[in-house]
């Protein structure tokens, strides 16, 4: 997975207990989001259903992890804001639930299920239930606005996880209760919601596998995870209502093994532990799973952060431990509203003469509505189309609305702008902005075939997990780039069947974007710690800007074609060139005894993989909706099927497909009528039928060159596989 929208946790920082071993935690990096919007949904819960309930303390938030930032991490960030408050709805829900009678809970219940399947048609409700209404109407109809086809699989998982009776206490034994208990702790809602949440298409036919039998550990560690963290909590409101029974794995342990809390603890802790093992096992085999798609295996590898992250957030949220508090800058977002810059010191030092303490008085007492963060303004920004008060943001015309009110003792304790002059210890700037443009393209639709590859190698060459996720990362960085810099370069309007970036973000900040990208895959080859590495990708970049170059030169001065040699040797540089950067890298990090030379099998797709493209351009009809038709003849690039029609069509014709090569300069494009007389040309030639020709003479050296290397050093299930879907 290219992790495009969190940072890595060093794991000396922290203690995981020995309860997710192998996984590392990431954080997202727009948490505020987060923060912003629970704050958000709370401040609606009062306003439309009422007091908090009193168990309700923490939700999202903690001390040092909030829960959708660490469970969620590669959220895209234009979602992150309604994923966070429909978390927090789901938590206040789950306290309302849990402090209620059985019958009444099971109204509770009742009320959202039947809510989900109608539309929420609630006028003539009354009470909570109408508030809840009210809230979860507006969810439905945001998620719905942002992606209505996995919202649509997000209601009917959320129904789905509704449908599991909340009354049930006796089980018959421990495995009876966990198979309730992996559903219970509302699997198939989190499902839904992540794949809504990374806009994750997972295909009916990997669903029963993906959903049911790979990531079952995940929920089995998770669920006996909670059981210990929230315990004594469970266990107050099991003692404060008389109780008989509860819904605990530690409890079940104690009644059927007559066994103390703290052997039962021990017992769940270590099943826990079995679990996880369980999925770090599979973690290491997704990538080879070429059966599956690609989001089916992004799919598997985020839900690794479901167990770190409820884990580490567990561990210290006020919600399981009464004597956790949060931190002073979420205290005082809770009671001063969102300072912008201005504020910012006024804030620390208020805070730092108080001593302020956050306590569960604070919380249930109310807080004022959130001010306007003071973030970036883009699209998917804070105040953008999809940003918190953006169209479909939480303030937005289709959002829930949030009264503003204004703390005037507060602001007008406002520093005055010329403290600022001084201050050289201002905050860094966000890199927000740089990131948007990369965080589009990548966010687009992707095949993934530089991963597959690099899975693929991985066969033969054994590089170790960490690093072989480094150098994917960083091929991806760079390939993300070499898009936006194309798309500028040629003019395209369309990428993936959506606008270009540049087209969106404009071609300054997309080029000014691209170039950060380059300098963040330098980083991950550096954290390689191998300056062979390093020489690598310094040779390879140089030799993709050569290649590009002259691609270039041949389109501005459309008169110097190329000669097929010389297209060749473009090709090796530029597509090419990655290609042989991954095998390289892989190769220098190979944990392998002996290594394969695979400068001629790299090489060959390279070549294969451009004039792939170049023919499926003129050919296919999904390549027409993904970037219009025959858009490289806009472009003027030099594919070998122009070469080969330039040199092959008798004078008259071919002298008339130069000139409409050259006239596209006019209005920078062809018209479909300019571009359908020059496929007939082309076609005349006979230069897709020679197209075709060179693709399948490469097609059969691949093959050659890849049982030559399977002889020496294993068969190659996952690369063949690669093969069979790239051929023509």
């Known amino acids: 997975m290219e992790y495009r929208y969190s940072y890595v946790i060093d794991p000396s920082s922290y203690d995981n207990q020995g309860l997710c071993n192998g996984i590392p935690l990431r954080v997202h990096r727009n948490a505020d989001i987060e923060e912003y919007a629970t704050i958000s949904l709370r401040n609606d819960w009062r306003k439309h259903v009422g007091p908090l309930p009193l168990t309700s303390y923490g939700g999202n938030l903690g001390p040092k992890y909030n829960f959708t930032a660490v469970t969620l991490p590669e959220c895209r960030p234009d979602r992150l804001e309604i994923v966070s ?9 789950d306290d309302l639930v849990d402090t209620a009678q059985v019958d009444e809970a099971l109204a509770l219940n009742d009320t959202w299920r039947d809510g989900i399947t109608e539309g929420l048609d609630t006028t003539s409700a009354k009470g909570k239930k109408s508030g809840e209404g009210l809230i979860l109407r507006n969810i439905l109809k945001e998620v719905t606005a942002i992606d209505p086809v996995r919202a649509a699989e997000l209601m009917k998982f959320w129904k789905r996880d509704l449908d599991v009776s909340r009354d049930r206490k006796h089980f018959r034994d421990f495995d009876d209760y966990m198979e309730y208990r992996i559903v219970d702790c509302a699997s198939y809602f989190l499902i839904a919601l992540s794949t809504f949440a990374m806009a994750l298409t997972i295909p009916a036919e990997d669903k029963d596998e993906v959903f049911t039998l790979l990531t079952r550990p995940v929920w089995a560690a998770a669920a006996l995870t909670n059981d210990v963290q929230s315990w004594e909590k469970e266990d107050k409101l ?43 096992k599979t973690l290491s085999q997704i990538h080879n799973r070429l059966d599956l798609s690609l989001d089916s295996r992004l799919f598997v590898e985020a839900m690794q952060y479901m167990i770190s992250g409820n884990l580490m957030w567990g561990i210290s949220t006020p919600r399981y431990h009464s004597d956790q508090s949060l ?72 959002g829930v609305k949030i009264k503003r009110h204004k703390n005037k003792e507060y602001s007008g304790a406002l520093t005055k702008d010329s403290d600022l002059v001084l201050n050289m210890d201002l905050n860094g700037l966000s890199s927000a902005i740089i990131c948007a443009p990369a965080d589009y393209i990548g966010s687009l639709p992707s095949k993934g075939i530089r991963d597959n590859v690099a899975d693929a190698l991985s ?154 493209d170049d023919y499926m351009n003129l050919t296919s009809a999904d390549y027409t909706v993904e970037k219009g038709f025959c858009e490289d003849l806009d472009e003027g690039k030099f594919s070998i ?73 294993g068969e190659n299930k996952p690369f063949r596989f690669l093969l069979s879907l790239l051929k023509v």
């Open 85 to 93: 408050y429909i978390m927090e709805f789901a938590f206040l829900h």
């Open 238 to 280: 099991f003692q404060k209502d008389n109780a008989t029974d509860m819904t605990n794995g530690v409890w079940m342990l104690m009644k059927q093994y007559s066994i103390g809390v703290e052997e039962a603890k021990r017992r769940i802790l270590g099943k826990a532990r079995e679990h996880v093992a369980e999925f770090v």
């Open 327 to 398: 931190d002073e800058m979420m205290v005082a977002r809770m009671k001063y509203g969102w300072p912008n810059h201005r504020e910012v010191t006024k804030l620390t030092s208020d805070l730092e003469n108080r001593g302020t303490k956050r306590t569960h008085q604070d919380d249930t007492e109310g807080v004022q509505s959130v001010k306007r963060f003071n973030g970036a303004s883009t699209k998917n920004g804070i105040n953008g189309t999809n940003g918190i008060n953006g169209l479909n943001g939480i303030n937005g015309s289709n």
């Open 459 to 612: 066969i033969w060459l054994d590089v170790p997990a960490k690093e072989l996720n480094q150098i994917k990362r960083a091929i991806n960085l760079l390939h993300n780039a070499s898009l936006m810099l194309d798309d500028v370069q040629d003019g395209s309007v369309l990428r993936r069947a959506q606008p270009t970036t540049h087209t969106v973000f404009g071609p300054a900040q997309t080029i000014n974007s691209a170039g950060h990208q380059i300098i963040q895959a330098m980083n991950e080859i550096r954290k390689l710690g191998s300056d062979d590495c390093l020489d690598i990708f310094s040779e390879e970049l140089e030799k993709l800007y050569v290649g590009q170059s002259h691609d270039l030169y041949w389109v501005y001065n459309d008169s110097c074609s190329p000669t097929i040699e010389d297209y060749f040797k473009m090709v090796d540089y530029k597509t090419g060139g990655l290609f042989n950067m991954l095998a390289r890298l892989m190769t220098a990090k190979s944990s392998s005894s002996s290594s394969p030379d695979l400068t001629a099998l790299v090489g060959l797709l390279g070549r294969y993989f451009q004039i792939r």
């Open 641 to 713: 099927t122009l070469l080969h029609a330039l040199s092959a069509a008798p004078e008259p014709e071919a002298l008339l497909l130069r000139n409409l090569m050259s006239g596209r300069r006019n209005d920078g494009k062809l018209s479909v009528v300019q571009k359908n007389l020059a496929l007939s040309i082309i076609e005349g030639a006979r230069s897709l039928e020679y197209t075709a020709a060179v693709l399948q003479k490469l097609y059969k050296a691949i093959v050659r060159e890849l049982e030559s290397t399977e002889r020496q050093f």
